[in-house]
């Protein structure tokens, strides 16, 4: 009795959970039980991952069966939020705020004094690397760092349990690089970390293990060690907007990694394929510093619903289980 | 590790009735309320509107001749005629449309703006949240309102002339009216406060809900006994300290005393915010509102 309810509290758990809106489907008929570390919803765009993140957080309720986070309903959000921080994909932040207000003004909503809420907000900040920044106002923000702000904004409170909805999503490779840093560190720590990607890359490389989630339905779970083999000789995609792409791709060449690149039409661009996304990142940065080129953007696009069933589960994803 | 320890020592208690706990979180929601929404250039139409009455006051009272003139000779006249201008246009208008704006948008604008969810990932009851709301546009309603009350009074009482103004004031019935004044718009933002609270978040399109309102408050004379007392406007129009003629249509109804419209008034704010309260528990994720 006592080892079930540690394991109650210790865990996760969706009990035969399902949503619709109206007549539309987002989960049907979910069992999981989710321990420490980081765990990935793996599945392509509109495939529920998100819903079953608002799920846990209570920000939409079941349509059937019941939810518990650490022996926690959602529907309790006062003793829910204590433990839990949820980074969401929304790209929205409240008007006229810096970024050190935005953190701290949540801290304070959360009840904690001034003077602890100014401790957490800069910890949380320099977490993310936007000491410098912290200042600014957000709407003066990048992408990127809209997304780490969000994300100091998520772990400030020093939660249990992370849900992070596709936290890497407009981060340059260093970021991104750091933020899995980040994530592996919370996870020793012995938090929970459940992170939706529909990047294989990123998954490979952080989790413990994966969901994969398709239409709502979920078509595998499992640790990553079994797959990681298969996915290592995934190429996956990258997109790269700069002002000189053709020097790019002739100076990309020169690692073993690349296996293909592509002009993107405008000429303002080039798509690589990559066995080893990490070297080819570093390869990147170290071009980056040596030709002075003007990198605007870096972007998987490794989004095809049937690599993520090739390359996880080896089948064309028809069925549903 | 070690961190991770030490933050959970000063987490703040979640326990059942913690009233310090919920003060605390009220008073960031109003932090965070009042400077996003009444510190911004949004605000800034809200301030333009609310002078209207005042600048109003001021051409009337001080820059027409005639009209200061007749402040001056005919002052019960000029009672009245003040009388009428503050409950046509400054309580009828200006306080219920500013009180619709401020209001509405605490929630709707939020759900507009896709960044309602961050409170609601807070470590937060969310009645305590529906307080928070109202608290700050409670704060910034009265603080604007009163001020064009305050405002508009003070022309009226100036036009007047010295010594007559500040005798009537300090020794005359002046301060009581003054207070009185005050107080109704008070309790205008009290009770407007909570009903366009309610309607932010029960209406996605709220514009029209709130048009009604206004015409069963415009048409409250009109009404039978029964119905003129199920509004704002009846009980505040009893409370007015110069009593109004409401027109020859109007439905006779005995004059409520206030102390059946001020506690009235309270206890029906209470209700509707009770009300929030249990519709706020059942509101979704932004994107599905």
């Given at each position: 009795?006592?080892?079930?309810?540690?394991?109650?509290?210790?865990?996760?758990?969706?009990?035969?959970?399902?949503?619709?809106?109206?007549?539309?489907?987002?989960?049907?008929?979910?069992?999981?039980?989710?321990?420490?570390?980081?765990?990935?919803?793996?599945?392509?765009?509109?495939?529920?991952?998100?819903?079953?993140?608002?799920?846990?957080?209570?920000?939409?309720?079941?349509?059937?069966?019941?939810?518990?986070?650490?022996?926690?309903?959602?529907?309790?959000?006062?003793?829910?939020?204590?433990?839990?921080?949820?980074?969401?994909?929304?790209?929205?932040?409240?008007?006229?705020?810096?970024?050190?207000?935005?953190?701290?003004?949540?801290?304070?909503?959360?009840?904690?004094?001034?003077?602890?809420?100014?401790?957490?907000?800069w910890r949380a900040i320099e977490r993310v690397d936007l000491i410098e920044a912290a200042h600014r106002k957000v709407a003066g923000y990048s992408k990127?760092?809209?997304?780490?702000?969000?994300?100091?904004?998520?772990?400030?409170?020093?939660?249990?349990?992370?849900?992070?909805?596709?936290?890497?999503?407009?981060?340059?490779?260093?970021?991104?690089?750091?933020?899995?840093r980040l994530f592996r560190q919370l996870a020793k720590e012995g938090l929970h970390l459940i992170v939706s990607s529909h990047i294989l890359h990123e998954?490979?490389?952080?989790?413990?293990?994966?969901?994969?989630?398709?239409?709502?339905?979920?078509?595998?779970?499992?640790?990553?060690?079994?797959?990681?083999?298969?996915?290592?000789?995934?190429?996956?995609?990258?997109?790269?907007?700069?002002?000189?792409?053709?020097?790019?791709?002739?100076?990309?060449?020169?690692?073993?990694?690349?296996?293909?690149?592509?002009?993107?039409?405008?000429?303002?661009?080039?798509?690589?394929?990559?066995?080893?996304?990490?070297?080819?990142?570093?390869?990147?940065?170290?071009?980056?510093?040596?030709?002075?080129?003007?990198?605007?953007?870096?972007?998987?696009?490794?989004?095809?619903?049937?690599?993520?069933?090739?390359?996880?589960?080896?089948?064309?994803?028809?069925?549903?289980? | 590790?070690?961190?991770?320890?030490?933050?959970?020592?000063?987490?703040?208690?979640?326990?059942?009735?913690?009233?310090?706990?919920?003060?605390?979180?009220?008073?960031?929601?109003?932090?965070?309320?009042?400077?996003?929404?009444?510190?911004?250039?949004?605000?800034?139409?809200?301030?333009?509107?609310?002078?209207?009455?005042?600048?109003?006051?001021?051409?009337?009272?001080?820059?027409?001749?005639?009209?200061?003139?007749?402040?001056?000779?005919?002052?019960?006249?000029?009672?009245?005629?003040?009388?009428?201008?503050?409950?046509?246009?400054?309580?009828?208008?200006?306080?219920?449309?500013?009180?619709?704006?401020?209001?509405?948008?605490?929630?709707?604008?939020?759900?507009?703006?896709?960044?309602?969810?961050?409170?609601?990932?807070?470590?937060?009851?969310?009645?305590?949240?529906?307080?928070?709301?109202?608290?700050?546009?409670?704060?910034?309603?009265?603080?604007?309102?009163?001020?064009?009350?305050?405002?508009?009074?003070?022309?009226?009482?100036?036009?007047?002339?010295?010594?007559?103004?500040?005798?009537?004031?300090?020794?005359?019935?002046?301060?009581?009216?003054?207070?009185?004044?005050?107080?109704?718009?008070?309790?205008?933002?009290?009770?407007?406060?909570?009903?366009?609270?309610?309607?932010?978040?029960?209406?996605?399109?709220?514009?029209?809900?709130?048009?009604?309102?206004?015409?069963?408050?415009?048409?409250?004379?009109?009404?039978?006994?029964?119905?003129?007392?199920?509004?704002?406007?009846?009980?505040?129009?009893?409370?007015?300290?110069?009593?109004?003629?409401?027109?020859?249509?109007?439905?006779?109804?005995?004059?409520?005393?206030?102390?059946?419209?001020?506690?009235?008034?309270?206890?029906?704010?209470?209700?509707?915010?009770?009300?929030?309260?249990?519709?706020?528990?059942?509101?979704?994720?932004?994107?599905?509102?």
């Open positions: 009795m006592h080892s079930n309810i540690e394991h109650r509290t210790s865990q996760i758990i969706f009990g035969d959970v399902s949503k619709f809106y109206g007549e539309i489907l987002g989960v049907n008929r979910v069992s999981l039980a989710i321990a420490p570390g980081i765990t990935s919803l793996v599945g392509p765009n509109g495939s529920g991952k998100t819903t079953l993140m608002n799920l846990m957080t209570g920000l939409i309720q079941p349509t059937r069966g019941r939810i518990s986070i650490l022996g926690i309903s959602p529907d309790n959000p006062q003793e829910l939020f204590s433990k839990v921080g949820y980074c969401g994909q929304f790209d929205s932040f409240p008007k006229g705020m810096t970024g050190y207000e935005f953190v701290k003004s949540f801290l304070r909503v959360h009840g904690y004094s001034n003077k602890v809420a100014d401790e957490k907000t990127g760092m809209r997304q780490r702000i969000r994300l100091a904004q998520s772990i400030a409170h020093d939660p249990v349990v992370m849900i992070l909805d596709e936290p890497l999503n407009g981060l340059d490779p260093m970021a991104r690089a750091e933020t899995i998954v490979n490389v952080m989790s413990d293990r994966v969901v994969l989630i398709n239409n709502g339905y979920i078509l595998a779970e499992g640790g990553v060690t079994g797959v990681r083999e298969e996915m290592e000789e995934h190429p996956m995609q990258i997109m790269i907007r700069c002002d000189l792409p053709q020097d790019l791709a002739a100076r990309i060449f020169a690692s073993d990694s690349v296996v293909e690149a592509q002009l993107h039409r405008d000429k303002q661009g080039l798509f690589i394929r990559t066995r080893n996304a990490e070297a080819f990142y570093l390869l990147l940065n170290r071009i980056v510093v040596e030709s002075g080129m003007n990198i605007e953007a870096v972007a998987p696009v490794d989004d095809d619903l049937n690599a993520v069933y090739q390359y996880l589960i080896g089948s064309n994803g028809g069925g549903q289980a | 590790m070690s961190s991770m320890i030490e933050a959970s020592t000063v987490k703040p208690a979640a326990t059942q009735l913690d009233w310090s706990l919920w003060l605390r979180q009220i008073r960031a929601i109003l932090r965070i309320e009042v400077k996003k929404n009444f510190w911004g250039k949004r605000a800034l139409l809200l301030y333009l509107f609310a002078a209207i009455p005042v600048v109003l006051m001021f051409l009337l009272a001080i820059v027409d001749p005639n009209g200061s003139a007749d402040i001056r000779n005919k002052w019960p006249n000029a009672q009245e005629a003040f009388g009428n201008i503050y409950e046509g246009l400054i309580l009828r208008t200006m306080v219920f449309f500013g009180c619709a704006w401020i209001f509405m948008n605490l929630f709707r604008g939020e759900v507009v703006d896709k960044s309602l969810h961050y409170y609601f990932l807070c470590s937060l009851r969310r009645e305590v949240l529906v307080a928070g709301k109202y608290f700050s546009g409670l704060l910034a309603s009265v603080v604007l309102f009163t001020l064009t009350t305050a405002g508009s009074l003070f022309f009226l009482y100036y036009a007047r002339g010295y010594p007559a103004n500040v005798d009537y004031l300090f020794d005359g019935p002046g301060m009581g009216q003054v207070l009185t004044y005050l107080g109704i718009t008070i309790l205008a933002c009290l009770g407007y406060g909570a009903v366009f609270l309610v309607i932010g978040l029960f209406f996605r399109n709220p514009i029209i809900p709130a048009l009604l309102v206004y015409g069963w408050e415009w048409l409250n004379f009109l009404l039978p006994p029964v119905l003129k007392k199920i509004s704002i406007i009846h009980y505040l129009h009893t409370l007015s300290p110069i009593p109004l003629n409401e027109g020859p249509l109007a439905t006779v109804v005995e004059a409520t005393s206030p102390w059946i419209s001020v506690p009235s008034l309270i206890v029906f704010t209470a209700l509707v915010l009770f009300l929030a309260s249990i519709r706020i528990r059942g509101v979704s994720h932004p994107s599905n509102h």
